[in-house]
């Protein structure tokens, strides 16, 4: 895994030594002149990571299993973010060295610009909310203009048409245009990385719609959860997953938005006709999935992430930890460990708020019934008359109940996904108990 992600980001860093080497090779290349290395490097590179991004933000598969899709968007982020400064360097160059701003360069640079701005406020936790006014500019365009998640989302397809705008600065006005192996390598990566983007937006939705899954059922779990049922088509198997990943849904029918959203699969692959979502209620469209009725298809793409035991080492003990709603992927792993791996040795904290909240108690009763080595512990946040844990899940009770009241040493895998404070929490009190980085596995349930 790790060499493979060595090779992934080799590969997308040293590409642009390719244009930049047949530049410098061509007839034309300046290279006693400082500024003009500067303007061919930085345009090189803006030109590879932002076609990179078109990849990248295509999420496919083959790259993003071995990353999580948490860390290749955060990488796509970042990544962006170093690509657009790039543009605003080789701008700067170029003026310097001809004087002239050329075709398409001054749109394509604009809507880069604004396209990740606009992604650094309303898509992703950049850190600028901390700002007062960029929180209230947020709060204020969700609840006034109703500017939801997906509606930013279709707004960052503005980046292709910067990308558009960026190839034809660079093909009409580069090296490329006087030198036949530059033009060859811009437009067949610009094309490689437009086709990412055409597969995603539009071939793999078409294709996975024709695949659709169906509704089974929708089983209230408590008035704002709910447990979706979904069976493949006739003469087809359910998908391919390991306990904890996750898929994108798209409701293709009923009164539910046509969107696409994350869910992580909280059945087990050890039951080969259903795959289940457990889902709790926070916007418009995980209230309206109560009125999905029986029979209604459903894209399911899938599967994602890499939050799963069985992406790591063998018979190892494990430690999962759940907030809330983040007990669905540790739902999957135990019904697959209770089918695959009974004698598994597992403690697994569950913190609620209140224990009407603990919604699948009979179930993890029976698992603990049937399998010697699993135990868990419901940590209710807010009531003082539970016989059993209270208050948060804190050091205290991560020594006592899953580190004998001993320090990180114990050899354990720890798994925690919940509300964000929750496993920010969680994870400095492992870190603080001295369980390594590496054992410390998370997933959020925020892209
Ligand atoms: C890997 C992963 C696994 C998840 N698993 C579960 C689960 O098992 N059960 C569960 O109840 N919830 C899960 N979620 C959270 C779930 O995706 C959101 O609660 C849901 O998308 C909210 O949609 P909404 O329109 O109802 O709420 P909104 O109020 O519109 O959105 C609330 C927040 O949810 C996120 N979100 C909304 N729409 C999308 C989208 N289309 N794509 C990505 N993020 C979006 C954004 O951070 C947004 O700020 C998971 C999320 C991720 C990333």
Not at 144 to 168: D, E, P, Q, W
Not at 217 to 245: A, D, H, W
């Amino acid at each position: 895994m790790k060499a493979q992600r060595l090779l992934w980001l080799a590969l997308y860093f040293l590409i642009p030594t390719i244009p930049i080497g047949l530049i410098f090779s061509s007839p034309l290349a300046q290279l006693d002149n400082q500024l003009y290395r500067l303007s061919v490097v930085s345009g090189a590179l803006a030109f590879v990571w932002l076609v990179n991004q078109l990849v990248l933000s295509a999420r496919p598969k083959f790259i993003e299993q071995h990353f999580g899709m948490d860390r290749l968007y955060r990488f796509h982020a970042v990544m962006a973010g170093v690509s657009v400064v790039l543009v605003l360097v080789h701008r700067q160059a170029k003026l310097a060295l001809t004087g002239l701003t050329p075709t398409y360069a001054f749109p394509a640079a604009a809507l880069f610009i604004l396209a990740v701005l606009f992604a650094a406020i309303f898509l992703i936790d950049s850190g600028l909310r901390r700002l007062g006014f960029v929180r209230s500019l947020v709060n204020f365009s969700r609840e006034k203009l109703g500017l939801s998640f997906n509606r930013v989302v279709l707004f960052h397809n503005i980046t292709v048409v910067a990308s558009v705008l960026m190839a034809l600065h660079v093909i009409a006005t580069s090296a490329a245009l006087v030198y036949l192996p530059i033009r060859i390598f811009y437009w067949f990566y610009f094309v490689l990385g437009l086709s990412f983007y055409l597969y995603h937006k539009f071939i793999r939705p078409w294709r996975l719609a024709r695949k659709a899954y169906q509704i089974k059922s929708v089983t209230p779990e408590l008035e704002n959860i709910r447990t979706l049922k979904l069976i493949p088509p006739p003469n087809q198997e359910v998908i391919n997953y390991q306990p904890g990943q996750f898929a994108f849904i798209t409701i293709l029918g009923g009164d539910v938005a046509r969107e696409e959203h994350p869910f992580t699969i909280s059945s087990s692959p050890a039951e080969p006709d259903a795959i289940t979502f457990t889902i709790k209620e926070l916007g418009d469209f995980t209230a309206n999935l109560g009125a999905v009725e029986p029979g209604t298809p459903v894209r399911v793409d899938a599967p994602y992430g890499v939050f799963s035991y069985q992406q790591h080492a063998p018979d190892v003990p494990l430690g999962l930890i759940a907030g809330g709603i983040g007990i669905t992927p540790m739902l999957s792993m135990l019904r697959t460990l209770r089918v695959t791996e009974p004698d598994r040795q597992v403690t697994f904290l569950w913190g609620v708020n209140q224990p009407e909240e603990l919604f699948c108690q009979d179930e993890l009763a029976a698992m603990a019934a049937e399998m010697p080595n699993f135990v868990w512990h419901p940590v209710i946040a807010f009531d003082e008359t539970w016989p059993g844990e209270t208050g948060f899940v804190d050091r205290d009770k991560i020594a006592r109940l899953m580190l004998n009241g001993q320090g990180g040493q114990a050899e354990m895998d720890f798994y925690v996904c919940g509300p964000q404070v929750m496993m920010d929490l969680v994870i400095g009190h492992l870190s603080d108990l001295g369980v390594p980085v590496g054992q410390i596995r998370s997933e959020k349930f925020a892209l």
